[in-house]
């Protein structure tokens, strides 16, 4: 059976452009994702509430924050793009392993310390599972702490929920400067 070559024609092109399509918002969203130009011209808080209505309005799960009261304030770089990092990858493992409805955010800036939690109440990691992926993802998050001179910790027990933990001298950031 012949096929009629004009048709195919046209929908390998279609089908061309929509790869095209598909593939340049992908690089998009990995843009987005590694640092977004908010936290660049904004800072963290705006960029953090960017973040939480993209994953509420994707995932449908509510995100309960006090990142407000960071006002105008700005930290370095490495400081501000670790803690969004950390933050972006503990609500995506929320979105794809808690099976919860919401998860709380705390950002406290004391005058010398940044601390963050991330804690969701329902499905909890396994932390002795041998899971790569989740092994994985928790290393990446510890590494990408402690080479931003931060401490992670990490408190997760099954059926009970996870709470992610991460603390940043300030201090030490003003001195390096």
């Known amino acids: 059976v012949l096929e009629n070559p004009k048709t195919n ?13 598909e593939l340049m ?8 994702n590694l640092r977004p130009s908010a936290l660049d011209d904004l800072g963290l808080a705006p960029a953090l509430d ?26 370095d770089r490495t400081i501000e793009t ?5 933050i972006q ?7 794809r392993q808690a099976g919860v409805e919401e998860v709380d955010v705390h950002l ?19 932390l002795r599972s041998k899971d790569q992926n989740t092994s994985v993802v928790i290393s990446e998050m510890m590494d990408r702490v402690r080479l931003a001179g931060g401490h992670f910790n990490i408190q997760a027990e099954p059926g009970k929920g996870t709470c ?8 030490k950031e003003m001195h390096a400067k």
């Open 108 to 126: 406290d800036v004391m005058k010398d310390h940044m601390q963050i939690s991330i804690v969701d109440a329902r499905k909890g990691l396994n």
């Open 25 to 32: 918002q992908r690089v998009r969203d990995i843009s987005l």
């Open 50 to 75: 960017g973040l939480f209505k993209r994953i509420t309005k994707q995932t449908g799960i509510a995100i309960h924050h006090n990142v407000n009261p960071l006002d105008d304030r700005r930290f």
């Open 9 to 21: 024609t046209t929908d390998t092109i279609q089908g061309a452009r929509n790869l095209t399509h």
């Open 82 to 86: 670790t803690a969004f990092r950390v």
């Open 164 to 171: 992610v933990m991460i603390d940043f001298d300030l201090d």
């Open 89 to 95: 990858e503990s609500l995506t493992n929320v979105a």
